[in-house]
């Protein structure tokens, strides 16, 4: 189903590369994050083109909850710990600076996009983690209070609100500021050498180029495979639930996301990594939940997100590699992307154009402390099993075993495949093996799709790519 942001909204078309064209800098992928950052670069005097593999907005900018927020859960005082008070102090002003861009941009171009003040409140039953979590952001000089009521019909122990906040309409924003650029559609990159960027119906040379398609797809250099994961999460639009005061998260067992559109409340939560979804359910454990709360709701769209988690739940925004000094990356910003696009436009612009930019550091790919070798050797552990499941794992079924509606790995003529049989009985057989690395793929009954533990990628039944890591469909031959 379509999210309520792209219902009722068309972007201009665009045409697809049909030549070899030169430019000073090519942006790879035309989510907000690419947009923005082509738009902040082509302001501040730069000839740039976008070049998309499918269309303008059509990953996860359309299925977001839009909230622009410099509260990315309690993880200040985690930050403070782990990175220091001044890389966390870039962290937070970073993300309270594009806040500020944003308010700045949309007032300049005029634009249209539903655009709310509003305070965001992080909820909790830890009152020791909130008490830590204030101290934090007082520390920062961020200006945030602990609250114990609040609008919402959840019981906690308190909340930390952080003032000037806000949300808006997605599709609305980025419509109007593609407007200007010149975006190559239905465009997939087939390679990248050096300066080079090609594509089935031509290629760019570019002085710079920039990888903002959520997943990196390049493995070496950069091997950010080896340091992020992906994560799903879903959420219901609810008429006649109500209006709520702002927007909420919740930390731990009650981990439920709300905020309004107009007379919608987008709930959301019942969050997991991608590939874990065995058994499904996780709509169902949604709507439960939100007729628990709203009695009184109706849902009228359903949808879910699929996020980028660095190893330090940080961004990484700058250069790909410190080998690769004309490429630029900007990628896993765990649940936060509004707020994290408008960051990287902001430090890839001045990166490009030379200039200083006072956030950068924190967000720099190269970083590298002890105590990430243990999470990157978690993240490599997961992988690792996906591709031992691959070589030993017995098929679970067959092919006439499975109910309708439902996918499963089968044996198919003496080779494993992955088969789903849709509800007229009609079977649909694709390559089990992820085209990235070759982990096992798994089915997701919730969206009917084939999703891989080991770094997200995800094909829809047909064996059609849906997200990257990987590059190429899984079709049987
Ligand atoms: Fe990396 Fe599947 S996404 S192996």
């Not at 792209?6 to 049909?18: A, E, M, P, S, W």
């Not at 039953?125 to 909130?130: A, G, K, N, R, T």
Request: with cysteine; glycine share 10%.
């Amino acid at each position: 189903m379509r999210s309520i942001w792209t219902q009722n909204i068309d972007i201009r078309k665009r045409d697809c590369l049909k030549e070899n064209i030169e430019t000073e800098v090519a942006v790879i992928g035309a989510g907000l994050a690419g947009i923005l950052i082509a738009f902040q670069l082509q302001r501040a005097g730069k000839k740039v083109v976008v070049i998309e593999g499918n269309r303008i907005a059509s990953g996860q900018t359309s299925h977001t909850t839009a909230k622009i927020t410099s509260q990315h859960g309690l993880v200040y005082h985690r930050f403070i710990r782990e990175v220091g008070e001044e890389k966390a102090k870039q962290y937070a002003l970073a993300n309270e600076s594009a806040i500020d861009e944003y308010r700045k941009l949309i007032k300049e171009e005029k634009i249209s996009c539903d655009f709310e003040e509003k305070c965001s409140y992080i909820f909790s039953d830890d009152e020791m983690e909130l008490q830590e979590e204030l101290e934090a952001v007082n520390q920062l000089g961020l200006s945030a209070e602990l609250v114990r009521r609040l609008s919402i019909p959840i019981s906690c122990t308190g909340a930390i609100r952080f003032d000037h906040q806000a949300q808006f309409h997605p599709i609305k924003f980025i419509k109007a500021i593609s407007e200007s650029l010149t975006v190559y559609e239905n465009t997939p990159v087939t390679s990248v050498e050096g300066h080079r960027i090609k594509t089935k119906g031509g290629e760019v040379q570019a002085e710079k180029i920039v990888f903002a398609t959520h997943f990196p797809f390049i493995n070496f250099p950069g091997m950010y495979f080896a340091r992020m994961h992906q994560e799903r999460s879903y959420v219901l639009a609810l008429k006649g639930a109500g209006q709520v005061d702002g927007m909420f998260l919740g930390e731990g067992k009650n981990a439920y996301s709300f905020r309004n559109y107009g007379d919608f409340l987008l709930f959301g939560g019942e969050g997991h990594r991608t590939g874990e979804n065995k058994g499904g359910g996780r709509y169902d454990a949604l709507r439960k939940k939100a007729k628990e709360l709203f009695p009184d709701s109706e849902e009228v769209a359903h949808w879910s997100a699929q996020d980028c988690i660095t190893v330090d739940s940080i961004p990484y925004i700058g250069n790909y590699t410190s080998e690769k000094n004309d490429w630029y990356v900007a990628t896993g910003f765990q649940k936060w992307g509004m707020s994290h696009s408008m960051v990287s436009a902001m430090i890839l612009r001045d990166l490009i154009c030379g200039n200083e930019n006072p956030y950068s550091e924190v967000f720099d790919p190269s970083r590298f402390v002890t105590k990430d070798i243990k999470n990157i050797a978690k993240e490599g552990g997961v992988a690792v099993k996906g591709l031992v499941k691959r070589v030993f794992q017995l098929p679970e079924e067959t092919a006439m075993g499975l109910p309708k509606g439902h996918g499963g790995v089968v044996e198919l003529e003496e080779e494993k495949v992955g088969v789903y049989k849709d509800f007229d009985g009609k079977l649909y057989v694709v390559d089990i093996r992820c085209p990235h690395l070759g982990c096992q793929l798994e089915w997701n009954p919730d969206e009917r799709s084939w999703d891989c533990p080991c770094h997200g990628s995800r094909f829809d039944y047909h064996g059609k790519l849906i997200s990257n890591p990987a590059q190429e469909d899984i079709y049987f031959e």
